[in-house]
């Protein structure tokens, strides 16, 4: 085992603190810049170097963060030219047959999230199907907020803990654990669907139950209808058909080009942004300089409104991670052997409890749980395998059922449905706050984690 530094206790304490005011409701930048000082205090000995880490980390998480930053930007600056055009009123109206009420909007968004996140990943899944369906949604009466569960649960829940298509997950589990890629698939997969129908149907239940309470407000609706009554621009007619046909030439092209993840997600940054140049220059033609820059301006704006404030907070959960607070701390900052922070106390914490059967699934999830707090499901996946396979031969059990429950953990968490910082995407494209959506997510998914692991100790 790795030995535990000063470093590992400082960033577990204020992990708890950050944790503690975040069940206050209150805002985590002031703790988390506090961590990153207290990081680099302790690792240089010196003022200096604690206020250097700082800004270093705040450099390693805007750099981390600026592919989503800048895609969503460009998103947002299609979708504002879109609106005022009037196409995109004109664009949701084949899918209002299909879409009657908040319900069936609800189920629906996440149904497409889900198959399109199996085949390209929930990054620029959240980009596509928010862009198409998020103001039909709106226009039927289900809340922005909704639609953020209903994409993030779906597609950075339940797709990307599956990887079925992809199998990015298994196949870094699964090699870890030493076992097949298709065991772990097959064997957990009474896990997966567990884990996603308790959350979805639990977070669906709040939904519901606060909409009828007025706790949680619906889309002014009378609002919507009056805008459609507006006149809608002869260009509006062309935008309405070239955007979605150029998103599904970019599925082609996807399948075509084997084009996964950040490769996926830039076709589509970049196709939203050669069409507002293109409806830019067809509709206000020598004015069109003028008008993209503008729509270029309101886009990244809001992008950093978005952004800005979860920059210092994932510059904290990022030093949990090797690379990130080398960078900021130097190379040497770690003991040897060192995974980084959160997999050197992941394995700290297995190695100290005695295992059987429920002990093992409980520690497993946990384990995994813990090292998905940095924002990123798949940096917990190797720990994850790892302990699947000492756990599963310690207590001559199913090392595929222990590393589908470890990867659930680390997925469910860190791919980006209950911290702030690690479901941005979704949360963005769908304009609500990052905290205000981790919030109403935060229950269901940890009565579904807590369900899943219970059913695993049936199944180990």
Not at 340 to 364: C, E, K, T, W, Y
């Amino acid at each position: 085992m790795v030995e535990l530094t000063l470093l590992h206790w400082i960033y577990v304490v204020m992990v708890l603190v950050i944790l503690g005011v975040m069940i206050m409701r209150k805002d985590t930048i002031i703790p988390c810049i506090l961590g990153v000082f207290l990081l680099g205090l302790a690792a240089t000995k010196t003022l200096l170097g604690g206020t250097r880490a700082v800004f270093d980390s705040l450099f390693v998480a805007g750099s981390e963060l600026l592919g989503i930053i800048i895609v969503i930007s460009c998103i947002v600056a299609m979708s504002k030219l879109l609106e005022e055009i009037g196409a995109n009123r004109l664009m949701v109206t084949p899918f209002r047959k299909f879409i009657k009420g908040p319900d069936m909007a609800f189920w629906f968004t996440g149904i497409v999230m889900l198959l399109v996140s199996w085949f390209f990943w929930p990054s620029p899944a959240t980009a596509l199907v928010g862009a198409v369906l998020l103001p039909v949604a709106l226009r039927v009466g289900l809340p922005a907020l909704g639609v953020a569960m209903a994409i993030n649960l779906f597609g950075h829940g339940l797709a990307l803990s599956t990887d079925f298509v992809i199998q990015g997950a298994p196949t870094i589990t699964a090699t870890s654990a030493g076992v097949p890629v298709e065991s772990v698939m097959i064997k957990g997969i009474p896990l997966f669907f567990v884990m996603g129908i308790v959350t979805i149907v639990t977070a669906y239940m709040m939904l519901r139950r606060d909409l009828k309470s007025g706790k949680l407000e619906k889309p002014v609706i009378d609002e919507m209808i009056a805008e459609e009554d507006q006149e809608t621009r002869g260009i509006a007619r062309f935008a309405a058909i070239v955007v979605p046909l150029a998103f599904l030439l970019d599925i082609v092209a996807m399948f075509a080009f084997q084009l996964r993840g950040g490769d996926a997600t830039s076709l589509v940054g970049g196709t939203a942004v050669l069409i507002m140049i293109l409806i830019c220059v067809v509709e206000y033609k020598g004015e069109a300089l003028d008008k993209i820059t503008k729509y270029v301006r309101d886009g990244f704006m809001f992008g950093m409104e978005i952004f800005g404030p979860v920059i210092p907070i994932a510059a904290f959960f990022y030093m949990g991670e090797v690379s990130p607070i080398q960078a900021v701390l130097g190379e040497s900052v770690l003991p040897a052997g060192s995974q980084g922070i959160l997999s050197d106390m992941g394995s700290a914490l297995a190695s100290i409890v005695p295992m059987n059967r429920p002990i093992a699934a409980s520690i497993q999830m946990v384990v995994g749980a813990i090292t998905g707090l940095d924002g990123s499901g798949f940096s917990g996946m190797s720990l994850a395998g790892s302990l699947a396979r000492v756990f599963g031969t310690a207590i001559n059990g199913s090392i595929p059922v222990l590393a589908a429950l470890g990867q659930i953990g680390a997925i469910w968490v860190g791919g980006g449905t209950i911290v702030p910082w690690g479901l941005i995407p979704a949360a963005a494209i769908c304009r609500v706050l990052p905290m205000d959506l981790a919030r109403r997510n935060f229950i269901p998914v940890v009565v579904g984690l807590v369900v899943t692991t219970i059913v695993a100790m049936f199944l180990i």
